[in-house]
């Protein structure tokens, strides 16, 4: 069993920064895949990147990359999402999720799902 927090949401500006971090418990949160997902306002759940269990494959939407970054640090229990660059259309909740299996961008194959930040990004 995985429990996920997720931490670091709020308001900013067109073009400012945020880092989202995904705290998780479980002792063998190491051996998970973890995925950021977002929900715009109106909008379907939307893939934004993933990461794989040790930290050495990561994969992220076209529309954040170059601007957003995952990363984790196993000794923390801890995933992080760096955003750059933030855009008025990244507002949304945004969710990481857990996997005890390879990386994927699909929503459905995640077993565990925190309760979600809020990101606004005003113009």
């Known amino acids: 069993q995985v429990q996920l927090v997720e931490s670091g949401g709020g308001l900013v500006q067109a073009g400012g920064s945020l880092r989202l971090s995904c705290a998780a418990s479980?002792?063998?949160?190491?051996?998970?895949?973890v995925g950021w997902f977002r929900r715009p306002p109106g909008k379907e759940r939307e893939f934004v990147a993933t990461?794989?269990?040790?930290?050495?494959?990561?994969s992220h939407a076209d529309s954040v990359k170059g601007r957003f970054t995952i990363s984790r640090d196993n000794a923390k229990n801890t995933v992080y999402l760096q955003m750059n660059s933030l855009k008025p259309e990244d507002t949304a909740v945004y969710y990481c999720a857990a996997r005890a299996s390879h990386i994927t961008d699909d929503a459905r194959l995640y077993d565990y799902w925190g309760q979600g930040t809020q990101v606004t990004v005003s113009s």
């Open positions: 479980g002792r063998t949160f190491s051996s998970y895949s």
């Open positions: 990461i794989s269990w040790r930290g050495g494959t990561t």
